[in-house]
């Protein structure tokens, strides 16, 4: 490499002196916005009370049904939304840009919306709920209508994970199994989806961290019944009219799943391997 090239690279790696204050003044108090209420958060939890009202018995059911609901819907995403992100990835077909337009929407649909779309295609009167109903198999308002919005809800993040993940794997790989006269359901699962793993774990972890914090498509589409359908996000939310205190721990484990599941994804998003 010339001297030209090196002074040209070294010039584009550091840019040499003080950040201008029209820049730095700004992304400081777009920091401060960002950070001020998680500290607000910490500064106000009661430290000294915690573990005891971590075990009440309603903090605790509201803690095991969220975990519970989360991880059957993260199942639900990974068994249905995988499939589909290999059907965008590799099947040209008319209308795949509609298709991916439509699995993204509950992303950007208010998931009050959600939930009242939800009861119209799966509640007792609903297109698939009134012949569910007639075979005595009721969604809304239980614990199946819990994990069904989360469903609804975090599948669209699988979904873009794993299909730009499919995306950028290299069909070299398929078409060689092709040749050595491996099946298309062969090569998928000996090559095609070891090469968009990395992609599916960073997909799973968002839809368990996106169903774990759902709310507006739970509470409108299966209720808020302690024990039976009363997530922690619900739980907080009826915590601040009664004890202001448990609505800050509840919250306080919210964060620290937040910060996991933050930490889980750190090297995906680095790009470390």
């Given at each position: 490499?010339?001297?030209?090239?090196?002074?040209?690279?070294?010039?584009?790696?550091?840019?040499p002196?003080?950040?201008p204050?029209?820049?730095?003044?700004p992304?400081?108090?777009?920091?401060?916005?960002?950070?001020?209420?998680?500290?607000g958060?910490?500064?106000?939890?009661?430290?000294?009370?915690?573990?005891t009202?971590?075990?009440?018995p309603e903090?605790?059911d509201?803690?095991r049904l969220?975990l519970?609901?989360?991880?059957?819907?993260t199942?639900?995403?990974?068994?249905?939304?995988?499939p589909?992100?290999?059907?965008?990835?590799r099947v040209?077909?008319?209308?795949?840009?509609l298709?991916?337009a439509?699995?993204t929407?509950?992303l950007?649909l208010p998931p009050v919306?959600?939930?009242v779309?939800?009861?119209?295609?799966?509640?007792?009167?609903?297109?698939?709920?009134?012949p569910?109903?007639s075979?005595?198999?009721?969604l809304?308002?239980?614990?199946?209508g819990?994990?069904?919005?989360?469903?609804?809800?975090?599948?669209?993040?699988?979904?873009?994970?794993?299909?730009g993940?499919?995306r950028?794997?290299?069909?070299?790989?398929?078409?060689?199994?092709?040749?050595?006269?491996?099946?298309?359901?062969t090569?998928?699962?000996?090559?095609?989806?070891?090469?968009?793993a990395?992609?599916?774990?960073?997909?799973a972890?968002?839809?368990w961290?996106?169903?774990?914090g759902?709310?507006?498509?739970t509470?409108?589409?299966a209720?808020?019944?302690?024990?039976?359908?009363?997530?922690?996000?619900?739980?907080?939310?009826?915590a601040?009219?009664?004890d202001?205190?448990?609505?800050?721990?509840?919250?306080?484990?919210?964060l620290?799943?937040?910060?996991?599941?933050?930490?889980?994804l750190?090297?995906?998003?680095?790009g470390?391997?």
């Amino acid at each position: 490499m010339s001297a030209p090239d090196t002074a040209h690279d070294t010039a584009r790696d550091t840019v040499p002196g003080r950040p201008p204050l029209v820049l730095v003044l700004p992304a400081l108090a777009g920091l401060a916005f960002l950070v001020l209420p998680l500290a607000g958060l910490l500064v106000r939890a009661p430290w000294s009370t915690l573990g005891t009202r971590l075990a009440r018995p309603e903090v605790l059911d509201a803690l095991r049904l969220s975990l519970v609901t989360a991880t059957a819907a993260t199942v639900l995403c990974v068994l249905f939304g995988v499939p589909l992100a290999w059907t965008l990835a590799r099947v040209p077909f008319p209308g795949v840009r509609l298709v991916r337009a439509l699995v993204t929407v509950p992303l950007v649909l208010p998931p009050v919306v959600g939930g009242v779309a939800l009861l119209l295609a799966a509640g007792r009167r609903g297109i698939v709920g009134g012949p569910l109903e007639s075979l005595g198999i009721t969604l809304p308002f239980t614990t199946a209508g819990v994990v069904l919005a989360q469903t609804f809800v975090a599948m669209p993040f699988l979904v873009i994970s794993v299909e730009g993940a499919l995306r950028a794997a290299d069909l070299r790989y398929e078409e060689a199994a092709a040749t050595l006269g491996a099946t298309r359901w062969t090569a998928f699962r000996r090559v095609t989806l070891p090469l968009a793993a990395p992609g599916v774990a960073a997909g799973a972890v968002l839809c368990w961290a996106r169903a774990l914090g759902e709310f507006g498509a739970t509470i409108t589409f299966a209720g808020n019944f302690p024990g039976e359908t009363q997530t922690m996000p619900l739980a907080v939310y009826l915590a601040l009219e009664t004890d202001p205190q448990a609505a800050i721990v509840l919250s306080l484990v919210m964060l620290a799943v937040s910060v996991v599941v933050l930490a889980a994804l750190r090297d995906r998003w680095t790009g470390a391997s």
